[in-house]
């Protein structure tokens, strides 16, 4: 599994700078390592969707060290594809979940007692 580092010194050889300038995006996307510690911590950012997310977060744009701007997108885009061969869309990962009972269970909710003030 590829650590930020190695994402952050290939985004050099691509676009120039030095690895600092890409490790806060990779290490983003890695974040998710904390909660699961195998490849499928990649679900949760690793798809086209998490790539937008990357941008809002960082801006549209990364000036390098070097005063290059770039798109943050290519850095989101080459993150994930080095890690999966592809840019998957987040409906890729959720047809790989199995559904569960758990999932879709709910409690009843009395929204007409509610709407009369009354306690949930
Ligand atoms: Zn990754």
Redesign the pocket.
């Known amino acids: 599994m ?1 650590h930020p580092y190695h ?1 952050a010194l290939s985004s050099v050889r691509q676009f120039g700078g030095t690895p600092e300038d890409y490790l806060p995006l990779h290490s983003w ?2 974040e998710s390592k904390a909660i699961i510690a195998d490849f499928r911590h ?1 679900a949760l950012r ?1 798809h086209a969707e998490g790539i937008f997310m990357a941008e809002r977060l960082f801006g549209t744009t990364l000036t390098l060290s070097t005063g290059r701007i770039i798109p943050a997108r290519w850095i989101g885009e080459q ?1 994930v594809r080095e ?1 999966l061969g592809r840019i998957p869309s987040f409906a890729d990962w959720v047809r790989a979940i199995r559904p569960e009972p758990w999932m879709g269970r709910a409690i009843s909710i009395d929204i007409a007692g509610l709407a009369r003030g009354g306690e949930p």
């Open positions: 590829a994402h996307f890695d990649r690793h993150h890690d």
